[in-house]
C-alpha cells in the first residue's frame, strides 16, 4: 500500500529506476566500460573496508524490504533453491556488489564476521550459498505498512512540473538512522508520460516513504517523530430528514520534536497514520458507502440517504475475504507426489565453476543416450548435485563409474566423486526434493491467485 506514482530509487540499490524493483536487471553482464574498474580481488587482498560494503549490500538485498518488490532475488528466495540458499555466483553478478569484489570469500567472510548479519543470514555447509535465517513468506508480501514512515514537506526546487528535490535521499535515510536499521528509502514523484511513445518527464512532490527492518525501530521512530492525532467529525442537521456531515478536522498534536532536511521542517506520520486520514477524508466526503454515486442526494432524489451501498459493500468484503482464505486453504493443501525407484540417484560431488544443468545433461546424454528420462538437480554456483532417473537403468552404475574414473566428464573438468545413493541417504534425497518441489507450487498457487485480485484503485 502507498502513493500512486512512486520513485523506487531504493536504499543503494541498482536495480530498475521506477516503482518496481527487479533484480534481474541487476544480474545482467554488463560489458565493462570504465577502463578504471579495479580487478579481481583474492582473499588476501580483501579489506576490512570491502567485507563492511558487501555486508551492508547483502544485508539490503536479503531485507524484507527489498524482497517484497524484487521479484528475482524474491523467487531465488522461495522458490528456486532449496532452503533458500542464493548461490554466492549469483550475488556475484549484481553490479554493487561486484564494484567491491568479485571473490566469493569476500561474501563468506561478511557473513561470518558482520555481527549484525549473524541474527539475519547464514551460510549453507559447503559456504557456496546464502539464505535467510527467518525464511521469507508471501504472508509478508504485506507488512510493509506496519514498518514504514510518510515525511511530507521534503524541499523541492525549479520551476512547476520540473521540480526537483534539494534533498538526496541519502540525507533522508541518515536523519533516521539513530531509530534502527532504515531498510528502504523512496522519494516520491509524479511521473507525466511523453508524447508519441517519447521520454516522459518526473516532478518531485516532496514526500518520502521510509521503511524501517523493525516494527520496533518504527515505533521508536514515530514516538518521537510523529504527532499523536485526534479526529473530529461535526455534525449539522439542516432539515429533521437529512444530516450533512462537515469536512473531517484533523487535529495534531505537536511532535516531541521536528526534523530539518534542507532547511525545511518536515513532517512525518506512520504509514497507518496517513493511510487512516485518508479514509477519514474518504468518509467525510462520500459517507459510509466509499463512493458518491451511491448517495440519493442531488436533483430528485433529496432527502433521503441510502444505506444499502454500504452494506453492499460490507457483504461484498466478507465475500471476498472468505473467497482469498478459501485460495489461500487451498494452496496450503497441494503436495508435490512422486513414487520414486530405489537406485535411480546419483550424488555428484566436486562439480566445476561455470557449471549448469545443461552441461551435466550433456554429460549424462552421452553415456546413456537421449532416450532415457533423467533430471539434473542442481543449481548456479553449487559444489555438489545429483542426477535423476525417472527409472532403474543398467546405464546408470556405468555412468556413475565413468564420472569416478574421468572418462566422462562435466563441462570439461573430471568431477571429485559420484556416488549412487542408497538407503537413509536416498530417502533423506527425495523427502527434501518432494518438500521443496511442494513449497514451489504452493508459492506459484499463491501468486497466482494474486495476480487474480483486483487491485484498489
Same mark, same amino acid.
Not at 546464502?130 to 511530507?152: C, Q
Not at 513532517?267 to 497507518?272: I, P, S, Y
Not at 536416498?426 to 526434493?433: A, G, N, R, V, W
Given at each position: 500500500?502507498? $502513493? =500512486? /506514482?512512486? @520513485?523506487?530509487? +531504493?536504499?543503494? &540499490?541498482?536495480?530498475?529506476?521506477?516503482? %518496481?524493483?527487479?533484480?534481474?536487471?541487476?544480474?545482467?553482464?554488463?560489458?565493462?566500460?570504465?577502463?578504471?574498474?579495479?580487478?579481481?580481488?583474492?582473499?588476501?587482498?580483501?579489506?576490512?573496508?570491502?567485507?563492511?560494503?558487501?555486508?551492508?549490500?547483502?544485508?539490503?538485498?536479503?531485507?524484507?524490504?527489498?524482497?517484497?518488490?524484487?521479484?528475482?532475488?524474491?523467487?531465488?528466495?522461495? $522458490? =528456486? /533453491?532449496? @532452503?533458500?540458499? +542464493?548461490?554466492? &555466483?549469483?550475488?556475484?553478478?549484481?553490479? %554493487?556488489?561486484?564494484?567491491?569484489?568479485?571473490?566469493?570469500?569476500?561474501?563468506?567472510?561478511?557473513?561470518?564476521?558482520?555481527?549484525?548479519?549473524?541474527?539475519?543470514?547464514?551460510?549453507?555447509?559447503?559456504?557456496?550459498?546464502?539464505?535467510?535465517?527467518?525464511?521469507?513468506?508471501?504472508?509478508?508480501?504485506?507488512?510493509?505498512?506496519?514498518?514504514?514512515?510518510?515525511?511530507?514537506?521534503?524541499?523541492?526546487?525549479?520551476?512547476?512540473?520540473?521540480?526537483?528535490?534539494?534533498?538526496?535521499?541519502?540525507?533522508?535515510?541518515?536523519?533516521?538512522?539513530?531509530?534502527?536499521?532504515?531498510?528502504?528509502?523512496?522519494?516520491?514523484?509524479?511521473?507525466?508520460?511523453?508524447?508519441?511513445?517519447?521520454?516522459?518527464?518526473?516532478?518531485?512532490?516532496?514526500?518520502?516513504?521510509?521503511?524501517?527492518?523493525?516494527?520496533?525501530?518504527?515505533?521508536?521512530?514515530?514516538?518521537?517523530?510523529?504527532?499523536?492525532?485526534?479526529?473530529?467529525?461535526?455534525?449539522?442537521?439542516?432539515?429533521?430528514?437529512?444530516?450533512?456531515?462537515?469536512?473531517?478536522?484533523?487535529?495534531?498534536?505537536?511532535?516531541?520534536?521536528?526534523?530539518?532536511?534542507?532547511?525545511?521542517?518536515?513532517?512525518?506520520?506512520?504509514?497507518?497514520?496517513?493511510?487512516?486520514?485518508?479514509?477519514?477524508?474518504?468518509?467525510?466526503?462520500?459517507?459510509?458507502?466509499?463512493?458518491?454515486?451511491?448517495?440519493?442526494?442531488?436533483?430528485?432524489?433529496?432527502?433521503?440517504?441510502?444505506?444499502?451501498?454500504?452494506?453492499?459493500?460490507?457483504?461484498?468484503?466478507?465475500?471476498?475475504?472468505?473467497?482469498?482464505?478459501?485460495?489461500?486453504?487451498?494452496?496450503?493443501?497441494?503436495?508435490?507426489?512422486?513414487?520414486?525407484?530405489?537406485?535411480?540417484?546419483?550424488?555428484?560431488?566436486?562439480?566445476?565453476?561455470?557449471?549448469?544443468?545443461?552441461?551435466?545433461?550433456?554429460?549424462?546424454?552421452?553415456?546413456?543416450?537421449?532416450?532415457?528420462?533423467?533430471?539434473?538437480?542442481?543449481?548456479?554456483?553449487?559444489?555438489?548435485?545429483?542426477?535423476?532417473?525417472?527409472?532403474?537403468?543398467?546405464?546408470?552404475?556405468?555412468?556413475?563409474?565413468?564420472?569416478?574414473?574421468?572418462?566422462?566428464?562435466?563441462?570439461?573438468?573430471?568431477?571429485?566423486?559420484?556416488?549412487?545413493?542408497?538407503?537413509?541417504?536416498?530417502?533423506?534425497?527425495?523427502?527434501?526434493?518432494?518438500?521443496?518441489?511442494?513449497?514451489?507450487?504452493?508459492?506459484?498457487?499463491?501468486?497466482?491467485?494474486?495476480?487474480?485480485?483486483?487491485?484498489?484503485?
Amino acid at each position: 500500500m502507498g $502513493e =500512486n /506514482n512512486t @520513485d523506487a530509487k +531504493v536504499d543503494k &540499490t541498482e536495480t530498475t529506476p521506477d516503482a %518496481t524493483t527487479d533484480t534481474k536487471n541487476d544480474v545482467k553482464d554488463v560489458v565493462a566500460t570504465d577502463k578504471t574498474s579495479e580487478t579481481p580481488t583474492t582473499p588476501s587482498e580483501i579489506s576490512p573496508k570491502t567485507v563492511a560494503e558487501v555486508a551492508s549490500r547483502l544485508r539490503f538485498f536479503f531485507s524484507s524490504a527489498n524482497l517484497r518488490i524484487d521479484k528475482f532475488l524474491r523467487r531465488e528466495v522461495t $522458490e =528456486n /533453491n532449496a @532452503d533458500g540458499f +542464493v548461490p554466492i &555466483t549469483t550475488l556475484l553478478r549484481f553490479n %554493487t556488489i561486484k564494484i567491491y569484489s568479485t571473490e566469493p570469500q569476500a561474501l563468506v567472510r561478511a557473513i561470518e564476521e558482520t555481527e549484525s548479519l549473524k541474527p539475519i543470514l547464514k551460510l549453507n555447509e559447503d559456504k557456496t550459498g546464502i539464505a535467510r535465517i527467518e525464511p521469507f513468506t508471501h504472508d509478508m508480501m504485506r507488512d510493509n505498512v506496519g514498518v514504514t514512515l510518510r515525511v511530507s514537506n521534503i524541499p523541492v526546487e525549479g520551476a512547476a512540473g520540473s521540480e526537483v528535490y534539494t534533498v538526496k535521499r541519502e540525507e533522508v535515510e541518515e536523519a533516521f538512522k539513530e531509530f534502527g536499521y532504515v531498510a528502504m528509502v523512496r522519494m516520491l514523484y509524479n511521473y507525466q508520460q511523453g508524447e508519441r511513445g517519447g521520454r516522459g518527464t518526473r516532478t518531485a512532490i516532496g514526500r518520502a516513504f521510509v521503511e524501517m527492518e523493525t516494527t520496533a525501530e518504527m515505533q521508536l521512530a514515530a514516538a518521537e517523530l510523529c504527532p499523536p492525532q485526534k479526529s473530529e467529525t461535526k455534525v449539522t442537521k439542516e432539515t429533521e430528514a437529512e444530516t450533512k456531515k462537515e469536512e473531517t478536522e484533523v487535529k495534531e498534536e505537536q511532535p516531541k520534536r521536528t526534523l530539518t532536511m534542507g532547511g525545511a521542517e518536515v513532517r512525518v506520520k506512520t504509514m497507518q497514520q496517513w493511510l487512516d486520514q485518508r479514509e477519514v477524508k474518504r468518509i467525510a466526503r462520500f459517507g459510509d458507502r466509499g463512493d458518491s454515486r451511491n448517495s440519493r442526494g442531488g436533483r430528485g432524489g433529496r432527502g433521503q440517504r441510502d444505506t444499502r451501498g454500504g452494506e453492499k459493500r460490507d457483504f461484498k468484503g466478507q465475500e471476498k475475504r472468505a473467497r482469498e482464505a478459501a485460495e489461500k486453504e487451498a494452496a496450503a493443501q497441494l503436495e508435490f507426489k512422486l513414487e520414486w525407484k530405489k537406485g535411480c540417484v546419483i550424488s555428484v560431488k566436486g562439480l566445476p565453476d561455470g557449471c549448469d544443468r545443461e552441461k551435466i545433461l550433456g554429460t549424462v546424454q552421452d553415456v546413456v543416450g537421449k532416450d532415457v528420462r533423467v533430471r539434473a538437480d542442481y543449481s548456479r554456483g553449487q559444489k555438489d548435485g545429483a542426477i535423476r532417473f525417472e527409472q532403474p537403468n543398467d546405464k546408470i552404475v556405468e555412468l556413475a563409474a565413468k564420472l569416478c574414473d574421468g572418462s566422462a566428464m562435466v563441462g570439461g573438468v573430471k568431477v571429485e566423486s559420484a556416488t549412487i545413493i542408497q538407503g537413509e541417504d536416498e530417502e533423506k534425497y527425495y523427502s527434501e526434493y518432494i518438500a521443496f518441489r511442494t513449497k514451489q507450487i504452493r508459492t506459484n498457487a499463491e501468486e497466482k491467485n494474486q495476480r487474480k485480485r483486483p487491485r484498489r484503485r
